[in-house]
T-cell receptor, first 112, second 112 residues
């Protein structure tokens, strides 16, 4: 069975600080990996995805993530956060076609 | 506008009274899925469908039914709702496993 673990439940940063959110997955085969963002009171939106090729993927709003197969990790990064990045972030894995598993989420609070 | 539409947005019902939450997408997506979101538990997949008349269980299917008679619609049925099904529900659709999901705006269900 596939599983996803997000290490930080709540992260608090000041504007312009760098961000890294950890995500580890458990699955022995080929996976597709995703990061989603959920702004307060809204639905989830896709930030970025990885399914093959360059392990460093770039997404919207200046976010990027690096897939490290040997560590089963897919960490999300942003060099300089803004107050508007305050949201909940979810890592997700698709290992079997339509079946997808999400992590518990990380709440990011950016102080102005 | 490309979107996933769920109805209703809010619903309060009583234990045991059958209800249906509708979901429709206008993007010709093959895959559709239902999730529930609970505090501290992230999103958990209830059911998913990879094509018309093809559905499969996610991680928490007990107490729910789905059907996929048409490509665009994927209703979620609670035959006999119970208070532990009080949650925020999201419908989502996708072109396939390599793609991320597009989410609806959510349905907040309260069962009393």
């Amino acid at each position: 069975a596939q599983s996803v673990s997000q290490h930080n439940h709540h992260v608090i940063l000041s504007e312009a600080a760098s961000l890294e959110l950890g995500c580890n997955y458990s699955y022995g085969g080929t996976v597709n990996l995703f990061w989603y963002v959920q702004y307060p009171g809204q639905h989830l939106q896709l930030l970025l995805k990885y399914f093959s090729g360059d392990p460093l993927v770039k997404g919207i709003k200046g976010f990027e993530a690096e897939f490290i197969k040997s560590k089963f990790s897919f960490n999300l990064r942003k060099p300089s956060v803004q107050w508007s990045d305050t949201a909940e972030y979810f890592c997700a894995v698709n290992a079997n076609a339509g079946k997808s598993t999400f992590g518990d989420g990380t709440t990011l609070t950016v102080k102005p | 506008e490309a979107q996933v539409t769920q109805n209703p947005r809010y619903l309060i019902t009583v234990t045991g009274k059958k209800l249906t939450v509708t979901c429709s997408q206008n993007m010709n997506h093959e895959y559709m899925s239902w999730y529930r979101q609970d505090p501290g538990l992230g999103l958990r997949q209830i059911y998913y469908s990879m094509n018309v008349e093809v559905t499969d269980k996610g991680d928490v299917p007990e107490g729910y039914k789905v059907s996929r008679k048409e490509k665009r619609n994927f209703p979620l049925i609670l035959e006999s709702p119970s208070p532990n099904q009080t949650s925020l529900y999201f419908c989502a659709s996708s072109f396939g496993g390599d793609y991320g999901y597009t989410f609806g705006s959510g349905t907040r269900l309260t069962v009393v």
